[in-house]
């Protein structure tokens, strides 16, 4: 049991050190073929309204893991900014349609070639690791990062409700 518990600690310590770095790259804008540097919130909705091809606000917001509300201030600050247009869906005055500009696709081929080069090393640190798993122990690995997601986003939830 000590050495769970040693190992439980590590794995925290380790986890914690990886989201301050990715907190502190989220810090740091980038310029994606665009002549204007962007933000890792900015272009990863750029590069998933690319995947999305043409969506609504809401599904936006949850295919990213953000609320509705931080979904729709991001997309207006794109649409002032040149990256995408918005529109209100034919089929309800409600529902608000969200799609690239020139620009915007300009920035998403631009993430795409940068995700290409620049992941190089971590792509391929991550196959030398899964690789040398075996299939049951590299889904067991997926499926903790998946109960995890799990977790924090209740806890997430139940902490905007209890300060709501």
Request: proline content about 1%.
């Amino acid at each position: 049991m000590e050495l769970v518990e040693s190992q439980l600690l590590q794995s925290f310590d380790r986890f914690e050190k990886i989201l301050e770095l990715y907190r502190q790259i989220e810090k740091i804008p980038y310029d994606y073929g665009t002549g204007e540097a962007l933000y890792l919130s900015e272009i990863h909705m750029i590069a998933r309204i690319d995947e999305m091809r043409c969506a609504n606000v809401s599904a936006l917001a949850e295919s990213l893991g953000v609320s509705r509300a931080a979904a729709s201030k991001l997309s207006t600050r794109l649409e002032r900014k040149g990256y995408l247009t918005k529109r209100t869906s034919p089929e309800s005055n409600k529902v608000i349609l969200v799609e690239l500009t020139e620009l915007g696709q300009r920035a998403s081929d631009g993430h795409r070639e940068f995700h290409a080069k620049g992941n190089h090393d971590m792509a391929k640190a991550a196959t030398m690791l899964l690789s040398s798993m075996a299939e049951a122990d590299a889904k067991r690995l997926l499926d903790g990062f998946d109960l995890l997601l799990t977790l924090w986003k209740s806890s997430l939830e139940e902490n905007i409700r209890r300060i709501s």
